[in-house]
């Protein structure tokens, strides 16, 4: 790193940071699912309606939390590769930070209105931008050497690629969102599989 851009903190302690957010991130998904009030308290067949009706906030939560888990998983990977820290990675950190508190919003209201198009489609849009800041952040950080050494450019190419396949699906999920609701669905629950089974198979990029 030059001295024109000198580190603003280590990697420790952004990794430190960026913890405490995906922390609170993945804590308030689950502040949207509240009790629900009972005429009768001790009435099973009422309790079991309760929650039925609750099922599609449950859903959300899941999927949200799936979500922001592998972007948790990816982005520890990500800074364990990290020597220095410089202005342009601090930032581009707090953007995809941005979007991981962001997404208890959009999961609220697909939670609350599983079919409505708006909030499908915020929430694929929440999606595609922290995908697009994700994947950003390899090249930058390889190009700006503060990466170790020994990772190699072809593996991190092999990452962006990897990266990209998300956004353009966020993107269509938006789309579809208003003529095919049960697509963007579709979409938002086959992504996060993808690449949580990536995350188990994932190369090392640090080493031939």
């Known amino acids: 790193m030059s001295a024109e851009q000198p580190a603003l903190c280590s990697p420790g302690r952004l990794e430190a940071f960026s913890d405490g957010v ?11 699912i509240r009790v629900p009030h009972l005429h009768d308290a ?41 020597e220095d820290v ?7 950190n707090i953007l995809l930070l941005l979007c991981m508190c962001f997404v208890p919003f959009p999961t609220a209201f697909i939670g609350e209105y599983p079919d409505n198009p708006v909030g499908l489609a915020v929430f ?6 922290a995908g697009l800041v994700f994947t950003l952040m390899w090249p930058y950080a390889h190009r700006r050497g503060l990466m170790r050494s020994s990772v190699r450019k072809q593996a991190v190419k092999d990452v962006v690629r990897s990266g990209m396949l998300g956004p353009p699906l966020y993107a269509a999920a938006a789309l579809a969102a208003f003529r095919l609701p049960g697509l963007a669905w579709l979409i938002f629950t086959t992504v996060p599989a993808y690449f949580f089974w990536h995350s188990l198979h994932r190369p090392r990029v640090d080493r031939d």
Not at 26 to 31: Q, S
């Open 22 to 32: 995906f922390a609170v991130a993945l804590t308030l998904l689950v502040l949207e």
């Open 42 to 82: 001790l009435s099973a067949p009422e309790a079991w309606e309760a929650l039925e009706v609750l099922g599609p906030k449950f859903g959300s939560f899941l999927l949200s939390f799936a979500y922001v888990a592998v972007f948790w998983v990816n982005h520890h990977h990500f800074l364990d590769l990290i």
């Open 86 to 92: 410089d202005p342009g990675l601090l930032w581009l």
């Open 124 to 129: 694929a849009m929440v999606l595609m931008g």
